[in-house]
């Protein structure tokens, strides 16, 4: 894979209040409404879609680079996830990342490397537009690594999540059904769905997941230079995302 095609570049200090702005305008009553109904704004470039059953997946690899006073930071990740919904009902889901981070100045330096993987084992059911996904922890989906260099953190043993599938009806690098999912539970404390989400590309921050071999994302963040900006490539995977594409750089 040595093809990326370019979806968004943005540039950081100004992208959320041009968001906002975009998506909301004068309407929050209505915004909110929609939220308390579990409706979602899915962009104008996107529609709702039948959703089928299948195995659906993402890779992301995130390269940061900032600079805060005389500090210089660097952060190197990549992350997967595999999720399979099965016509029964069942479902099984396996999730792994690896994070080299680096903060290095005059008189701090600090690093820090994580490795983690989980699988969960549960089952799925409709309502309405939305797919309910309910898991729980199960390493016989796939073997539980946790590494850390420092701390350890206490994941949660459930991950709810709601789901939507999509069309694309603008962009023409995604042009296939998406399945995009969030945690509709509280947010873990962790913060363990991060590395699995991409943002921007539709409204909010997701799991932006496709059937049949899967999606990959880089994302590159530089903050270093005056012009900070975010770029972000997306490309239809040739080879299958397998439960362990987070330990490989691509």
């Known amino acids: 894979m040595n093809e990326y095609n370019k ?10 209040a041009s968001f906002s702005v975009t998506n909301f305008g004068n309407s929050i009553p209505a915004v909110l ?7 979602i704004d899915v962009g104008s470039g996107f529609a709702s879609s039948q959703f089928v059953p299948g195995r ?7 390269t940061t680079n900032a600079r805060h006073a005389m500090q210089v930071v660097r952060e190197d990740m990549n992350s997967s996830f595999v999720l399979s919904l099965d016509p029964t009902g069942s479902a099984t889901a396996c999730r792994g990342w690896r994070n080299s981070s680096y ?3 005059p008189q701090v330096h600090i690093e820090d490397r994580i490795r983690e993987q989980f699988g969960y084992r549960g089952h799925w059911e409709i309502n309405g537009l939305w797919v309910h996904v309910y898991l729980s922890l199960d390493d016989s989906v796939c073997p539980t690594v946790s590494e850390h260099s420092h701390l350890v953190p206490r994941h949660t043993s459930e991950w709810n999540l709601r789901c939507l599938s999509i069309l694309p009806t603008e962009n023409v690098t995604l042009n296939m059904p998406l399945l995009i999912c969030q945690l509709s539970d509280a947010e873990p404390v962790f913060g363990e769905d991060a590395p699995h989400i991409v943002s921007s590309i539709v409204p909010g921050s997701w799991l932006v997941l496709s059937s049949g071999n899967g999606l990959r994302f880089k994302l590159y963040s530089d903050s270093v230079s005056v012009d900070a900006m975010q770029t972000i490539y997306s490309e239809y995977s040739m080879d299958l995302i397998s439960s362990d594409a987070w330990t490989c750089s691509f």
């Open 56 to 62: 659906f997946s993402n890779a992301i690899q995130k």
């Open 33 to 39: 409404q929609s939220i308390l109904n579990h409706e």
């Open 7 to 16: 979806i968004l570049k943005v540039n950081i200090p100004t992208f959320e």
């Open 103 to 105: 903060n290095d100045g």
